[in-house]
């Protein structure tokens, strides 16, 4: 039997691009975060060497060589929702990191996989996301890229855009060359196919009685507005600082690290006995894709699980992505 493909893991709040990647048949070795409540999340989840150390400080050396290495790295510098400061914020320099990383592991990674918003790719005039790919075709990657959204490509129902770059190791000076097994194979299958018809959001919900804290009663300063606007069970709202939108496409909006702060994005839906609440952590984490059987800390606050949640990529979406990396490894 062959040995399985092994994956080495940046950034890796609570675990959910080591999970697409274990879901196809990846054996992963070593994870790395500077995120304790991530890490503590990520611990119960996971059974493999987890280092909880800034990246900075973190020598390749150390570490045991992989044939893939993934990282969702920091998107708050290249966020919409952030300054757009790019590489000038040191959270953006941190891709150099990568880089660094890759040239110290005792063997080149055959494959880079690596994640960012949607907004990363249109950064300062296109100008961020043309260095990152001219650094790695300079140390030797062809470079893939594409703008994916959760609900194009699997049938979880949230609107998530997020750009992945995919690298294949071909040598000194690569391009998108034909010739080369692992690209040939991975222009046939990439980007992969989208889908017609999401799940129902109820699908996604939780089964048992939801705790009370998480409802929104007549007390609460909204509460007409919520009333007003909230007329279905299969549709998911926000509260907008002053009033409630509807996500018309009835999938979930995209579900953000600043959820548990402030309120103005909690996804809010209509309870099975017609009262308002906002979703759990454990339904935000459904929305994510990760298994049922995934747990969450009972000793890490409510604010924290929406974060990480939020700061997670999609599960169903890497593990697509996985299994078509896999494909495109096998060829070679």
């Known amino acids: 039997m062959k040995k399985p493909y092994t994956v080495g893991g940046l950034f890796s709040g ?11 048949d990846f054996k992963v070795l070593w994870s790395n975060d500077i995120d304790e409540p991530s890490s503590k999340t990520f611990k119960q989840n996971f059974d ?34 952030g300054y757009r ?14 880089l660094r990383l890759v040239k110290e592991l005792k063997e080149k990674p055959k494959v880079l996989f690596l994640e960012n918003v949607k907004n990363f790719y249109t950064h300062d ?16 990657y062809c470079v893939f890229h594409k703008v994916l959204n959760t609900s194009s490509i699997t049938k979880v129902p949230q609107n998530r855009e997020r750009t992945f770059i995919i690298c294949f190791d071909e040598g000194a ?30 699908k996604y919900l939780e089964k048992k009685e939801v705790e009370d804290r998480f409802f929104y009663g007549e007390e609460k300063y909204m509460y007409k507005e919520l009333k007003d606007t909230i007329k279905s069970k299969d549709t998911v709202y926000q509260w907008r600082r002053q009033y409630v939108r509807e996500n018309k496409s009835n999938v979930c909006p995209t579900l953000t690290a600043n959820m548990g702060t402030g309120g103005h994005n909690v996804p809010l839906i209509m309870n099975d006995d017609g009262r308002y609440r906002k979703l759990t952590p454990r ?6 894709g990760f298994p049922k059987s995934y747990k969450l800390p009972n000793d890490i606050p409510v604010s924290q699980l929406y974060k990480q949640a939020g700061n997670s990529v999609t599960v169903r979406i890497i593990e697509v992505l996985a299994g078509l990396v896999k494909e495109a490894m096998d060829a070679k």
Not at 128 to 138: G, I, N, S, W, Y
Not at 283 to 288: A, G, I, V
């Open 283 to 288: 339904e935000c984490f459904n929305l994510q």
């Open 48 to 81: 493999h060497q987890h280092i909880l150390q800034d990246i900075h400080t973190l020598k390749g050396k150390d570490l045991n060589p992989i044939d893939v290495l993934v990282g969702g790295f920091p998107c708050q510098a290249f966020s919409i929702a």
């Open 173 to 202: 000076g690569a391009k998108l060359d034909p010739s080369q097994k692992m690209t040939q194979k991975f222009i046939q299958i990439f980007p992969p196919k989208e889908i017609k018809k999401t799940d129902s959001i109820r």
């Open 85 to 98: 400061k790019g590489f000038d914020d040191n959270r953006g320099n941190l891709f150099f990191e990568i």
């Open 14 to 24: 609570v675990g959910g691009i080591e999970q697409g990647f274990i879901n196809n």
């Open 125 to 140: 005039h296109g100008n961020t996301f043309a260095t990152v790919h001219k650094e790695l075709e300079k140390n030797g």
